[in-house]
C-alpha cells in the first residue's frame, strides 16, 4: 500500500504551492487548489479503506515505512504508517469532513486579506492531523500532535490583530503543552519498560510484562499520563479551559479543528492505546470519571452561553466527554462510533452557526453597524423566516446531537450509554451523568434553535432587510453534512435492532487484542433491559427539548442580560470562574515567583552580593593595601625594620 | 598528512592579515573580504562532512608536529565525530555573522579582525588535541570577543565586557593549574611528561582523589562558559551589550567551547570525577533549564530573553550529557547545535529589529506582523524551532535528552520536561506581544520588512532547522561511534 504516502503528500503540495504562489494568485483558484488536494487525499482515503476490506480480518495491519527518522542506541524510530480499520475511519472523517470545510472556507474567508495564509494553514492542519492518525510509533502520532496544536494556535489567532484572539491561540498552545508534557513522560516511561515505541510492538510486549499483574503502578502510571495529554488536546477537564476560548478563530476552523477532528485527537490516542489502557483499570476508571464529569459539567455551562459559538465550543466538550466516557468503559469502538456522528452533526451546527454569524454581519453591515455583536443570540431571534435552508440544516443537526432516535446521534450515544450502564464499577455512575448530560444537552442545543430562530428578530432596526441567505458554496457542503448526520449512524445498529453492527465488526480486529491481553469480554445486555435504557435516553432528550420549548417558546422567555443574572445562573455564566481559578492558582504566582528569581535572586544575590560583592571586597582589600603603599622612603625604612625584628623575634623564641 | 584542520583553524587568520592591506576607510571592501574569507573557510570545511567517515570513533584528519618537544608540546590536531558538527556549525555562521553586521560603522577593519581571529580561536578550541595547545586557543578567543563587546557593544558594553572577561578568566585560571598538574603527573613511556591529549588518554589514569580535584577544575571553567547556573550573569550582560553579530557567535559557538569541554575533556579524562559529580551536575542541569525558563518569562527586553533562555536550554544540554546514556547524549550533541542555529536566529532576528527602532524593550512594539510579514513568518519558524515543536530541530534534540535521561535519571528528566512547557510560555508570549495586536507606536508603521542581506543571513539556518527537524539522521549517524566510545570510557 505504498500509494498511502500521498495521502499527506497532496495537503503537503498544496500548502508548499500556496505558500510561495498563493499571494498573487485570485482567491478561486488558492482555494480551491487547497480543496481539490484534500479532496484527492479523501479519494486515496477511500482507496486504503478499500484495499483494507479486500483483506482477511486479521490481516488488516499494514505498515508503510517512509524514511528512517531517528536510530540512537537502541532506539530506532521510522517516519512510517499504520493503516488497520482504526486508521481507515479516522482518515475518511478527517478527509472527507477537511473537504467540506474548504470548500465552504472558500465562500466565509472571501475577500479576508490573508486568504492564502489561511488555506496554508489548513492544509497544514490536515497534514499534521493525517500524521496524528496514521503514525506507527507514538513519537510520529506526537509530531503529528503537535502539528494541528500549532495549526490550531495559529487559526485561532488568525485575526491577530485582536489581541483578545491572539491571546486565545497562545492559551490553546500552552494548555496543550500541559498534556504534551504528560504524553512525553508516558513515552519515555514506555521505552523504558518495553524498549519500543512502535505500536505493532509496543502492545504485544506491555500485555506480556503486565498481563499478569494487571494494574501495575508502572503501567498505571503511563497510562494516567497518556490520559494527561489526552485531556489537553480532547478538552476535558482540568485542562478544558482552552477549547471555549478558541472560538475566537475562523469559524471553519471551529468546525474543523475545535469540533471535528484534532479535539478527537485525544480519543483517539486514548482508543489506539486501547492494549495499554485495559491493561490499567484503576486508569480507566479515572478516564469513565473525567469523561463523565466532563460530558455534564460542560453541558451545564453550555445552558447560560449566549455567544452562538460558546454554546457550541461548551458542548464539543461535552460531547467530547461522552466518547472519553465510551473509552473508559472499554467501549473503544463506541467511542470511535459518537466521534465519527459528533463530526458530522458538530461540524454541521458550526458550519451552520458561521452561516448565520455571516447572515448577521451582512446584515449588520449594511446599517454600518460596527457594535452589535453578530455572535451573541440575544440580538437574533426569527431568523428562519429570513434563512429557512439554514434553519433546517441546523435543527437536523439539534436532532441529531439530542440523540432523538432514527439520527446519527441517537445511535452512537445511545451505544456509548448502554456500554455504562453495562459496565462493572463506576458503570452506573457515568451512565447516570451521561444521562443527566443528555437532558441538559437537548435542552441547550434547543433554546440555542429557538432563540436563534424563533421568535421575533432583535437585531438594530433596519437591519431585518439585510438578512439573507449565505452562498451556495457555503450552504452546499452543509446538505452533504446534514444528510451524514441522519444516516451516519445506520451503520451502527444497536443490538435490539441487528444483529450486525457493521462498525463494530469493522473496528473489531483493532480492540481485540486490548481485550484479549486482560481477558475482558463485554458484558450483553438484554433485549429487554436495551429497549428500556433506550426508552429512558430518549424520554432524556424528550425531556430537555420540552422544557426548552415550555420557557422559550411557550413562555416566550428571552434572555436575560448579564447582569440580571444571579446564583447558579450567574455561576454558570461565569462557567464557573474555572480561568479566575486557575489565574490565580497556577498563571500569577509563576509570574511572581519568576519575577522574584529575576530580580531578588538573580539581579540581586547572586549578581549584585555574589558577583559583584567579590569584585567590591576586592576592591576595598586592594584599596585597602594601596594605602600602605605611601611613597614615603621613612615609612618603607621602618617597615622593613619592623619587619627584620619581628624576623629576629621569631628566630629566637625557637 | 594533510593540512587540512590547520587550512581550516588558520584561514580567518591569514584574511584577518590581509584585511591590514586594506584601507580602513573602505567600509564595502572590508565587508565582502570579511564575507569572502569566511565563506572560503567555509567552502573548504564542508568536504569534511563527506569525507568523514562515521564508522569509527579514531580521530581523523590528524595532524601532529612537535612544537616544544623538550615540554612535551605537540601540534596535534583532528576530528571526530563530537567535533565535526561543532566545527561546521563554527565556519557555516562565519558568513552569517559578517552578514549580520550591516549596523557596524564603527572602526569596521578592527571590528572583522577581531572577528576573524575569533574564528580561528574557536577553530583550534574544537580541532586541538593537546591540551596546552587547546588552552592557547581557549585564550585566544578571549580577547577579540572582549574588544567586540568592549568596543561594538551598546551602552554598558565596559562593565559587560569587563565581566565577561574576568569571569571567563578565572575559571580557566584553574583549568590551567589542572592541566599542569596532569603535564606533570603524567608518565609516557618513551616520552616522559605529555601534554597530548590521546596520550595521556591512552596511558594515564589518575587516583580518585586527583580526578575528583581535577574535574572540578575543569568543570568551573567550563561551567562559567556554558553557563551553569549559577554561573550564568555575565551572559545577560554580555549578550545585551554585544552588537549583533557577537552575540550570534556567543551564542551559537562560545557557549558550546563549554558543553564541548566537558564531553571532551572533563568527563572523558576524569571518568571518576564524574561519578563523584554527577548528581551535582544533573541539579544544576535541572535547576537551570527551570530557572532560566522562569527568568526568561519576566524579562522586559527581547536580547535578554533569549540571553537566558539560552540557561534553560544549555541546561538541556548538560542534563543530556550527565546522564550518561546514548540517546541522551546524542540528544545533548545534537541539541548543541541546535541551540547554535536557532538561537543564532533569534539574536540576529532581534538585531533587525534593534537595527531599526534602536530598542530592545519588548514593550515598544506591537502589532509588527502588519508591517513586516516575512520578518514575522521567519521569526515564527524560529521560535517554533526553540520551543521544540517537532518536524523542527529542536524538538529532536529535547526528545532524545530527556528519553535518555529518562533511562538513567528519571526525576531528572521528569523536571526538567517542564521546561517544554516554560519554553512556550516565554517565546509566545513574547512574540504575541511584539507581533501580534494593532500597531501601538507611530514610529512601528513604517518598518521595512526584511532586506536582502538580512534575507541571506537567515535563510541558510532555516535549511538546517527543517533538515535537522525532519531528518535528523543524516546528523546523528555521523556522531553515533563517537558516542559510543565517549560511554564506554565514561559511563563505566
Same mark, same amino acid.
Given at each position: 500500500?505504498? $500509494?498511502?504516502?500521498?495521502? #499527506? %503528500?497532496?495537503?503537503?503540495?498544496?500548502? +508548499? *504551492?500556496?505558500?510561495?504562489? @498563493?499571494?498573487? !494568485?485570485?482567491?478561486?483558484?488558492?482555494?480551491?487548489?487547497?480543496?481539490?488536494?484534500?479532496?484527492?487525499?479523501?479519494?486515496?482515503?477511500?482507496?486504503?479503506?478499500?484495499?483494507?476490506?479486500?483483506?482477511?480480518?486479521?490481516?488488516?495491519?499494514?505498515?508503510?515505512?517512509?524514511?528512517?527518522?531517528?536510530?540512537?542506541?537502541?532506539?530506532?524510530?521510522?517516519?512510517?504508517?499504520?493503516?488497520?480499520?482504526?486508521?481507515?475511519?479516522?482518515?475518511?472523517?478527517?478527509?472527507?469532513?477537511?473537504?467540506?470545510?474548504?470548500?465552504?472556507?472558500?465562500?466565509?474567508?472571501?475577500?479576508?486579506?490573508?486568504?492564502?495564509?489561511?488555506?496554508?494553514?489548513?492544509?497544514?492542519?490536515?497534514? $499534521?492531523?493525517?500524521?496524528? #492518525? %496514521?503514525?506507527?510509533?507514538?513519537?510520529? +502520532? *506526537?509530531?503529528?500532535?503537535? @502539528?494541528?496544536? !500549532?495549526?490550531?494556535?495559529?487559526?485561532?489567532?488568525?485575526?491577530?490583530?485582536?489581541?483578545?484572539?491572539?491571546?486565545?491561540?497562545?492559551?490553546?498552545?500552552?494548555?496543550?503543552?500541559?498534556?504534551?508534557?504528560?504524553?512525553?513522560?508516558?513515552?519515555?516511561?514506555?521505552?523504558?519498560?518495553?524498549?519500543?515505541?512502535?505500536?505493532?510492538?509496543?502492545?504485544?510486549?506491555?500485555?506480556?510484562?503486565?498481563?499478569?499483574?494487571?494494574?501495575?503502578?508502572?503501567?498505571?502510571?503511563?497510562?494516567?499520563?497518556?490520559?494527561?495529554?489526552?485531556?489537553?488536546?480532547?478538552?476535558?477537564?482540568?485542562?478544558?479551559?482552552?477549547?471555549?476560548?478558541?472560538?475566537?478563530?475562523?469559524?471553519?476552523?471551529?468546525?474543523?479543528?475545535?469540533?471535528?477532528?484534532?479535539?478527537?485527537?485525544?480519543?483517539?490516542?486514548?482508543?489506539?492505546?486501547?492494549?495499554?489502557?485495559?491493561?490499567?483499570?484503576?486508569?480507566?476508571?479515572?478516564?469513565?470519571?473525567?469523561?463523565?464529569?466532563?460530558?455534564?459539567?460542560?453541558?451545564?455551562?453550555?445552558?447560560?452561553?449566549?455567544?452562538?459559538?460558546?454554546?457550541?465550543?461548551?458542548?464539543?466538550?461535552?460531547?467530547?466527554?461522552?466518547?472519553?466516557?465510551?473509552?473508559?468503559?472499554?467501549?473503544?469502538?463506541?467511542?470511535?462510533?459518537?466521534?465519527?456522528?459528533?463530526?458530522?452533526?458538530?461540524?454541521?451546527?458550526?458550519?451552520?452557526?458561521?452561516?448565520?454569524?455571516?447572515?448577521?454581519?451582512?446584515?449588520?453591515?449594511?446599517?454600518?453597524?460596527?457594535?452589535?455583536?453578530?455572535?451573541?443570540?440575544?440580538?437574533?431571534?426569527?431568523?428562519?423566516?429570513?434563512?429557512?435552508?439554514?434553519?433546517?440544516?441546523?435543527?437536523?443537526?439539534?436532532?441529531?446531537?439530542?440523540?432523538?432516535?432514527?439520527?446519527?446521534?441517537?445511535?452512537?450515544?445511545?451505544?456509548?450509554?448502554?456500554?455504562?450502564?453495562?459496565?462493572?464499577?463506576?458503570?452506573?455512575?457515568?451512565?447516570?451523568?451521561?444521562?443527566?448530560?443528555?437532558?441538559?444537552?437537548?435542552?441547550?442545543?434547543?433554546?440555542?434553535?429557538?432563540?436563534?430562530?424563533?421568535?421575533?428578530?432583535?437585531?438594530?432596526?433596519?437591519?431585518?432587510?439585510?438578512?439573507?441567505?449565505?452562498?451556495?458554496?457555503?450552504?452546499?457542503?452543509?446538505?452533504?453534512?446534514?444528510?451524514?448526520?441522519?444516516?451516519?449512524?445506520?451503520?451502527?445498529?444497536?443490538?435490539?435492532?441487528?444483529?450486525?453492527?457493521?462498525?463494530?465488526?469493522?473496528?473489531?480486529?483493532?480492540?481485540?487484542?486490548?481485550?484479549?491481553?486482560?481477558?475482558?469480554?463485554?458484558?450483553?445486555?438484554?433485549?429487554?433491559?436495551?429497549?428500556?435504557?433506550?426508552?429512558?435516553?430518549?424520554?432524556?432528550?424528550?425531556?430537555?427539548?420540552?422544557?426548552?420549548?415550555?420557557?422559550?417558546?411557550?413562555?416566550?422567555?428571552?434572555?436575560?442580560?448579564?447582569?440580571?443574572?444571579?446564583?447558579?445562573?450567574?455561576?454558570?455564566?461565569?462557567?464557573?470562574?474555572?480561568?479566575?481559578?486557575?489565574?490565580?492558582?497556577?498563571?500569577?504566582?509563576?509570574?511572581?515567583?519568576?519575577?522574584?528569581?529575576?530580580?531578588?535572586?538573580?539581579?540581586?544575590?547572586?549578581?549584585?552580593?555574589?558577583?559583584?560583592?567579590?569584585?567590591?571586597?576586592?576592591?576595598?582589600?586592594?584599596?585597602?593595601?594601596?594605602?600602605?603603599?605611601?611613597?614615603?622612603?621613612?615609612?618603607?625604612?621602618?617597615?622593613?625594620?619592623?619587619?627584620?625584628?619581628?624576623?629576629?623575634?621569631?628566630?629566637?623564641?625557637? | 598528512?594533510?593540512?587540512?584542520?590547520?587550512?581550516?583553524?588558520?584561514?580567518?587568520?591569514?584574511?584577518?592579515?590581509?584585511?591590514?592591506?586594506?584601507?580602513?576607510?573602505?567600509?564595502?571592501?572590508?565587508?565582502?573580504?570579511?564575507?569572502?574569507?569566511?565563506?572560503?573557510?567555509?567552502?573548504?570545511?564542508?568536504?569534511?562532512?563527506?569525507?568523514?567517515?562515521?564508522?569509527?570513533a579514531?580521530?581523523?584528519?590528524?595532524?601532529?608536529?612537535?612544537?616544544?618537544?623538550?615540554?612535551?608540546?605537540?601540534?596535534?590536531?583532528?576530528?571526530?565525530?563530537?567535533?565535526?558538527?561543532?566545527?561546521?556549525?563554527?565556519?557555516?555562521?562565519?558568513?552569517?555573522?559578517?552578514?549580520?553586521?550591516?549596523?557596524?560603522?564603527?572602526?569596521?577593519?578592527?571590528?572583522?579582525?577581531?572577528?576573524?581571529?575569533?574564528?580561528?580561536?574557536?577553530?583550534?578550541?574544537?580541532?586541538?588535541?593537546?591540551?596546552?595547545?587547546?588552552?592557547?586557543?581557549?585564550?585566544?578567543?578571549?580577547?577579540?570577543?572582549?574588544?567586540?563587546?568592549?568596543?561594538?557593544?551598546?551602552?554598558?558594553?565596559?562593565?559587560?565586557?569587563?565581566?565577561?572577561?574576568?569571569?571567563?578568566?578565572?575559571?580557566?585560571?584553574?583549568?590551567?593549574?589542572?592541566?599542569?598538574?596532569?603535564?606533570?603527573?603524567?608518565?609516557?613511556?618513551?616520552?616522559?611528561?605529555?601534554?597530548?591529549?590521546?596520550?595521556?588518554m591512552q596511558?594515564?589514569s589518575?587516583?580518585?582523589?586527583?580526578?575528583?580535584?581535577?574535574?572540578?577544575?575543569?568543570?568551573?571553567?567550563?561551567?562559567?562558559?556554558?553557563?551553569?547556573?549559577?554561573?550564568?550573569?555575565?551572559?545577560?550582560?554580555?549578550?545585551?551589550?554585544?552588537?549583533?553579530?557577537?552575540?550570534?557567535?556567543?551564542?551559537?559557538?562560545?557557549?558550546?567551547?563549554?558543553?564541548?569541554?566537558?564531553i571532551?575533556?572533563?568527563m572523558p579524562l576524569f571518568p571518576?570525577?564524574v561519578?563523584?559529580?554527577?548528581?551535582?551536575?544533573?541539579?544544576?542541569?535541572?535547576?537551570?533549564?527551570?530557572?532560566?525558563?522562569?527568568?526568561?518569562?519576566?524579562?522586559?527586553?527581547?536580547?535578554?530573553?533569549?540571553?537566558?533562555?539560552?540557561?534553560?536550554?544549555?541546561?538541556?544540554?548538560?542534563?543530556?550529557?550527565?546522564?550518561l546514556?546514548?540517546?541522551?547524549?546524542?540528544?545533548?550533541?545534537?541539541?548543541?547545535?541546535?541551540?547554535?542555529?536557532?538561537?543564532?536566529?533569534?539574536?540576529?532576528?532581534?538585531?533587525?529589529?534593534?537595527?531599526?527602532?534602536?530598542?530592545?524593550?519588548?514593550?515598544?512594539?506591537?502589532?509588527?506582523?502588519?508591517?513586516?510579514?516575512?520578518?514575522?513568518?521567519?521569526?515564527?519558524?524560529?521560535?517554533?524551532?526553540?520551543?521544540?515543536?517537532?518536524?523542527?530541530?529542536?524538538?529532536?534534540?529535547?526528545?532524545?535528552?530527556?528519553?535518555?535521561?529518562?533511562?538513567?535519571?528519571?526525576?531528572?528528566?521528569?523536571?526538567?520536561?517542564?521546561?517544554?512547557?516554560?519554553?512556550?510560555?516565554?517565546?509566545?508570549?513574547?512574540?504575541?506581544?511584539?507581533?501580534?495586536?494593532?500597531?501601538?507606536?507611530?514610529?512601528?508603521?513604517?518598518?521595512?520588512?526584511?532586506?536582502?542581506?538580512?534575507?541571506?543571513?537567515?535563510?541558510?539556518?532555516?535549511?538546517?532547522?527543517?533538515?535537522?527537524?525532519?531528518?535528523?539522521?543524516?546528523?546523528?549517524?555521523?556522531?553515533?561511534?563517537s558516542i559510543e566510545s565517549f560511554l564506554t570510557i565514561v559511563a563505566r
Open positions: 500500500m505504498d $500509494f498511502a504516502v500521498w495521502i #499527506v %503528500l497532496f495537503p503537503l503540495i498544496g500548502l +508548499l *504551492f500556496n505558500t510561495f504562489f @498563493g499571494k498573487k !494568485l485570485p482567491e478561486k483558484i488558492v482555494g480551491w487548489l487547497a480543496s481539490l488536494m484534500i479532496g484527492a487525499s479523501f479519494v486515496v482515503a477511500l482507496m486504503i479503506t478499500l484495499k483494507l476490506a479486500a483483506l482477511d480480518p486479521e490481516h488488516r495491519v499494514v505498515e508503510v515505512t517512509i524514511f528512517r527518522w531517528i536510530t540512537s542506541g537502541n532506539l530506532t524510530l521510522d517516519f512510517a504508517f499504520l493503516i488497520d480499520p482504526l486508521t481507515s475511519v479516522m482518515i475518511l472523517v478527517v478527509t472527507g469532513i477537511s473537504f467540506l470545510i474548504h470548500i465552504y472556507s472558500i465562500g466565509y474567508m472571501h475577500g479576508d486579506s490573508r486568504f492564502h495564509v489561511f488555506f496554508v494553514f489548513l492544509n497544514l492542519f490536515v497534514f $499534521f492531523m493525517l500524521v496524528l #492518525v %496514521l503514525g506507527n510509533n507514538l513519537p510520529i +502520532l *506526537f509530531i503529528g500532535w503537535e @502539528g494541528v496544536g !500549532l495549526c490550531s494556535y495559529l487559526l485561532i489567532g488568525f485575526w491577530w490583530e485582536d489581541q483578545k484572539k491572539a491571546e486565545a491561540g497562545m492559551k490553546a498552545f500552552i494548555v496543550n503543552r500541559i498534556g504534551d508534557f504528560g504524553m512525553l513522560i508516558a513515552m519515555f516511561l514506555l521505552f523504558y519498560y518495553l524498549g519500543t515505541l512502535k505500536f505493532t510492538e509496543m502492545f504485544p510486549a506491555a500485555a506480556h510484562l503486565w498481563g499478569h499483574s494487571v494494574g501495575a503502578p508502572a503501567i498505571t502510571a503511563i497510562t494516567l499520563l497518556l490520559l494527561l495529554g489526552a485531556t489537553g488536546k480532547s478538552a476535558q477537564i482540568p485542562l478544558f479551559v482552552w477549547l471555549p476560548d478558541a472560538m475566537a478563530g475562523p469559524t471553519p476552523v471551529s468546525a474543523l479543528i475545535h469540533a471535528a477532528t484534532m479535539v478527537t485527537a485525544g480519543v483517539y490516542m486514548i482508543a489506539r492505546t486501547a492494549t495499554l489502557f485495559m491493561l490499567a483499570p484503576t486508569s480507566m476508571m479515572v478516564v469513565a470519571l473525567i469523561g463523565g464529569f466532563t460530558a455534564l459539567f460542560a453541558a451545564t455551562i453550555g445552558i447560560k452561553q449566549m455567544d452562538i459559538k460558546k454554546v457550541l465550543a461548551y458542548s464539543t466538550v461535552s460531547q467530547l466527554g461522552y466518547m472519553v466516557m465510551a473509552c473508559g468503559v472499554g467501549a473503544f469502538s463506541a467511542g470511535i462510533f459518537h466521534l465519527m456522528t459528533h463530526a458530522f452533526f458538530k461540524a454541521l451546527l458550526f458550519l451552520a452557526s458561521g452561516a448565520v454569524i455571516h447572515t448577521m454581519h451582512g446584515a449588520l453591515h449594511k446599517v454600518h453597524d460596527h457594535d452589535t455583536d453578530p455572535q451573541d443570540i440575544r440580538n437574533m431571534g426569527g431568523l428562519r423566516k429570513y434563512i429557512p435552508l439554514t434553519y433546517w440544516l441546523f435543527v437536523i443537526a439539534t436532532i441529531s446531537i439530542s440523540g432523538l432516535p432514527g439520527f446519527a446521534g441517537f445511535f452512537s450515544k445511545d451505544e456509548i450509554l448502554a456500554n455504562a450502564f453495562a459496565s462493572e464499577g463506576v458503570g452506573y455512575v457515568v451512565w447516570g451523568l451521561g444521562l443527566v448530560g443528555a437532558v441538559i444537552t437537548a435542552f441547550y442545543m434547543f433554546r440555542l434553535v429557538y432563540l436563534t430562530f424563533h421568535g421575533n428578530y432583535k437585531g438594530p432596526e433596519g437591519s431585518a432587510e439585510g438578512l439573507k441567505e449565505s452562498p451556495p458554496i457555503m450552504t452546499a457542503p452543509l446538505v452533504v453534512l446534514a444528510i451524514l448526520a441522519i444516516i451516519g449512524g445506520y451503520v451502527g445498529l444497536p443490538p435490539v435492532l441487528s444483529k450486525f453492527h457493521l462498525f463494530q465488526t469493522w473496528l473489531k480486529p483493532v480492540f481485540e487484542p486490548a481485550y484479549s491481553a486482560v481477558h475482558y469480554h463485554p458484558h450483553h445486555l438484554s433485549h429487554g433491559l436495551e429497549w428500556l435504557l433506550i426508552a429512558v435516553s430518549v424520554s432524556a432528550a424528550v425531556i430537555g427539548l420540552f422544557i426548552a420549548w415550555l420557557m422559550y417558546i411557550k413562555k416566550g422567555l428571552i434572555a436575560k442580560s448579564d447582569d440580571e443574572q444571579s446564583g447558579i445562573q450567574r455561576l454558570l455564566l461565569k462557567k464557573y470562574h474555572v480561568d479566575e481559578v486557575y489565574n490565580a492558582v497556577v498563571i500569577q504566582p509563576l509570574i511572581d515567583l519568576s519575577r522574584y528569581a529575576w530580580k531578588i535572586f538573580d539581579a540581586g544575590f547572586i549578581d549584585n552580593i555574589l558577583v559583584n560583592g567579590t569584585a567590591r571586597a576586592v576592591r576595598v582589600f586592594g584599596g585597602g593595601l594601596r594605602r600602605m603603599q605611601t611613597g614615603i622612603v621613612g615609612n618603607y625604612a621602618l617597615m622593613i625594620a619592623l619587619g627584620v625584628i619581628l624576623i629576629l623575634a621569631a628566630l629566637m623564641g625557637r | 598528512m594533510t593540512l587540512w584542520l590547520t587550512a581550516i583553524i588558520f584561514i580567518p587568520f591569514i584574511g584577518a592579515l590581509l584585511l591590514l592591506a586594506l584601507p580602513a576607510s573602505n567600509s564595502k571592501a572590508l565587508r565582502i573580504a570579511a564575507f569572502a574569507i569566511m565563506t572560503v573557510d567555509f567552502i573548504v570545511s564542508l568536504p569534511l562532512f563527506f569525507a568523514f567517515d562515521s564508522s569509527t579514531a580521530f581523523q584528519f590528524v595532524e601532529k608536529i612537535d612544537w616544544v618537544p623538550s615540554m612535551g608540546i605537540s601540534y596535534h590536531l583532528g576530528i571526530d565525530g563530537i567535533s565535526l558538527l561543532l566545527v561546521l556549525l563554527t565556519t557555516f555562521l562565519g558568513p552569517i555573522v559578517v552578514l549580520g553586521s550591516a549596523a557596524v560603522t564603527k572602526s569596521l577593519r578592527g571590528y572583522f579582525i577581531s572577528m576573524l581571529i575569533l574564528q580561528t580561536g574557536m577553530l583550534g578550541t574544537f580541532l586541538a588535541l593537546d591540551l596546552f595547545l587547546f588552552y592557547v586557543f581557549w585564550e585566544v578567543m578571549l580577547i577579540p570577543m572582549y574588544f567586540l563587546i568592549g568596543i561594538w557593544g551598546g551602552v554598558e558594553r565596559i562593565y559587560a565586557a569587563v565581566k565577561f572577561f574576568l569571569y571567563t578568566m578565572v575559571g580557566s585560571l584553574l583549568m590551567l593549574v589542572g592541566i599542569l598538574w596532569i603535564y606533570f603527573n603524567t608518565n609516557i613511556p618513551g616520552v616522559g611528561h605529555s601534554f597530548d591529549y590521546t596520550l595521556i596511558h594515564s589518575f587516583d580518585v582523589q586527583a580526578q575528583i580535584w581535577l574535574f572540578a577544575a575543569f568543570a568551573l571553567a567550563f561551567a562559567i562558559k556554558v553557563p551553569m547556573f549559577p554561573f550564568h550573569t555575565w551572559l545577560p550582560d554580555a549578550h545585551v551589550q554585544a552588537p549583533t553579530a557577537g552575540s550570534v557567535i556567543l551564542a551559537g559557538v562560545l557557549l558550546k567551547m563549554g558543553t564541548y569541554g566537558f571532551r575533556f572533563a571518576d570525577g561519578v563523584y559529580f554527577k548528581p551535582l551536575m544533573l541539579i544544576l542541569a535541572v535547576i537551570g533549564i527551570i530557572y532560566g525558563a522562569m527568568v526568561s518569562i519576566v524579562q522586559t527586553d527581547m536580547k535578554k530573553l533569549v540571553a537566558y533562555s539560552s540557561v534553560s536550554h544549555l541546561g538541556f544540554v548538560m542534563l543530556g550529557l550527565f546522564a546514556n546514548t540517546q541522551a547524549v546524542t540528544g545533548a550533541m545534537i541539541q548543541m547545535v541546535n541551540h547554535g542555529l536557532s538561537t543564532g536566529a533569534l539574536f540576529l532576528l532581534v538585531g533587525v529589529l534593534y537595527d531599526r527602532r534602536h530598542t530592545r524593550l519588548i514593550a515598544d512594539y506591537g502589532g509588527v506582523a502588519k508591517v513586516m510579514p516575512m520578518y514575522a513568518t521567519i521569526f515564527m519558524i524560529v521560535m517554533l524551532s526553540s520551543v521544540g515543536v517537532p518536524g523542527l530541530n529542536g524538538f529532536v534534540g529535547e526528545f532524545l535528552i530527556l528519553l535518555g535521561a529518562y533511562q538513567t535519571a528519571p526525576i531528572f528528566a521528569i523536571l526538567g520536561a517542564t521546561g517544554v512547557i516554560l519554553a512556550a510560555v516565554y517565546l509566545l508570549w513574547m512574540y504575541r506581544r511584539v507581533f501580534f495586536g494593532e500597531i501601538t507606536h507611530e514610529e512601528n508603521k513604517s518598518l521595512k520588512d526584511l532586506n536582502l542581506t538580512e534575507w541571506a543571513s537567515l535563510l541558510p539556518i532555516l535549511v538546517f532547522i527543517f533538515w535537522i527537524g525532519i531528518h535528523p539522521n543524516t546528523f546523528l549517524t555521523k556522531m553515533t561511534a
